[in-house]
Each structure stands twice: as structure tokens, then as C-alpha cells.
């Protein structure tokens, strides 16, 4: 079946300019997840959706991030007025149920952000 | 605070031989360690998953073996291919939840397989 896909797979953009990666999970994966992978480094945590609860925003690393996730599916990650330490791949994961008590996430290929 | 050490942070080897990484956690209280795979490019596969109760299993070449006690696990490759060229993440699951959802990532090993 269908993996989590991400789009676009490159993104290419100017300092300043407002920049959306999108994230369709596997369908009915109630949890969605946003990393940020810089170059040689792990995955850095940025936003856990799970069902209708609020979200755990607690790794966005400034209010120039946001996300949201329209009616429990697809999810739209957003950096606004980017900076080039913005440049980094950003990895989307679905997972049914909730990961700490089994089941794996499922990735996706990641958007791949340049930031110039 | 929970973390999750990787070692060694990069390796290099021969196409045949063996290797062992090594993932060291202060993870509390302890619900799963889960070892995943990311080929160059792509989003992170797992592997196989490890709970408390769990000293070894297997999934092919791959070993992976947990000592709950010393919290302490590795990932054993055995007649490594050129194919097993990836860089390999364990990631630990606090049963507490909390921040990301409990989870706790290591940097990962760096595995070079050499023709």
C-alpha cells in the first residue's frame, strides 16, 4: 500500500520567503509526526499530532514555525520569513496508535529545504 | 533528562564482515527500544522493535540484543553487503509519554560497507 509521502521532495528558497511542505500519512495513522534532520546530525523533534487532541508543539523551534493537520489526515508544516539555518531535510511520520507503546513510525523521504 | 547514546558515531568495513553498534539510554520509566534503518535519501524503516522483557532477536543478518538492566542494547550485522550502507538510529520509547511523545532519539551510526 501507499507510504507516507511528502512534497515537494526539494525545496529551494530565498532568505525571507515564506516556504509550506506538505505531509499525506498513511491512511488511518491517528499519529503524525515533524523532524528536522540537518546535515550529519538526528532527527530533531518539532510537532506530534495525535487524533483531535491539541498538538505537542513543544519542538518548534520559533514562532516562524507552524503546522496543522486538516481533518485528521494531511498536515502542512510552515516556516515563514526563513532563515539559512532553516536549511535542513524535514521528515514527516505517521504511526497507528502511539509509538512508545509499540508500533513503528512510518516515514516518509523528507522535503529537503535549501535555504539561500 | 532522557537520552539515547549511539556508538560509534561512524564505521567502516568489508563487504563479509561482522559489526556491532551500540545504543546506551537513560530512558525512564522504559517502554520499548526500537532500531530503525535510513538509507541515504530516504525517511528511517524499522528495523525491529526490543521490550523489557526481550534479550535477543532476530530479523535476518540483524541481531539486536537489550539489557534492561545496564539499559544498555546493540545491533549486531552479520556478513554485512553493500546494501547494509545506511546510517542506523535507535530510538527509545518512555512508557510516561511527555515531550514528542516520549520518544528519544540517538544520532545514529554511520555504516560504510567496503567492496
Known amino acids: 500500500g501507499a507510504g507516507v509521502s511528502q512534497s515537494p521532495s526539494n525545496k529551494v528558497t530565498e532568505k525571507g520567503k515564506d516556504v509550506e511542505l506538505r505531509c499525506d500519512p498513511i491512511s488511518g495513522h491517528t499519529a503524525l509526526y515533524w523532524y528536522r534532520q540537518s546535515l550529519g546530525q538526528g532527527l530533531e523533534f518539532l510537532i506530534y499530532f495525535q487524533g483531535n487532541s491539541a498538538p505537542d508543539k513543544s519542538g518548534l523551534p520559533s514562532d516562524r514555525f507552524s503546522a496543522e493537520r486538516t481533518g485528521g489526515s494531511v498536515s502542512t508544516l510552515t516556516i515563514q520569513r526563513t532563515q539559512q539555518e532553516d536549511s535542513a531535510v524535514y521528515l514527516c511520520?505517521?504511526?497507528?496508535?502511539?509509538?512508545?507503546?509499540?508500533?513503528?513510525?512510518?516515514f516518509g523521504n523528507g522535503t529537503r529545504l535549501t535555504v539561500t | 533528562k532522557n537520552q539515547v547514546e549511539q556508538s560509534p558515531q561512524s564505521l567502516i568495513i568489508l563487504e563479509g564482515k561482522n559489526c556491532t553498534l551500540q545504543c546506551n539510554y537513560t530512558v525512564s520509566p522504559f517502554s520499548n527500544l526500537r532500531w530503525y534503518k535510513q538509507d541515504t535519501g530516504r525517511g528511517p524503516v524499522s528495523l525491529t522493535i526490543?521490550?523489557?522483557?526481550?534479550n535477543t532477536k532476530s530479523n535476518g543478518r540483524y541481531t539486536a540484543t537489550l539489557d534492561a538492566d545496564t539499559k544498555q542494547s546493540s545491533l549486531h550485522i552479520t556478513a554485512s553487503q553493500l546494501s547494509d550502507s545506511a546510517s542506523y538510529i535507535c530510538?527509545?520509547?518512555?512508557?510516561?509519554?511527555?515531550?514528542?511523545?516520549?520518544?528519544?532519539f540517538g544520532k545514529g551510526t554511520h555504516l560504510i560497507i567496503q567492496p
Open positions: 511520520a505517521s504511526s497507528l496508535g502511539t509509538p512508545r507503546w509499540g508500533p513503528p513510525l512510518h
Open positions: 526490543m521490550t523489557f522483557s526481550e
Open positions: 530510538v527509545v520509547s518512555s512508557s510516561s509519554g511527555g515531550g514528542a511523545d516520549g520518544l528519544t
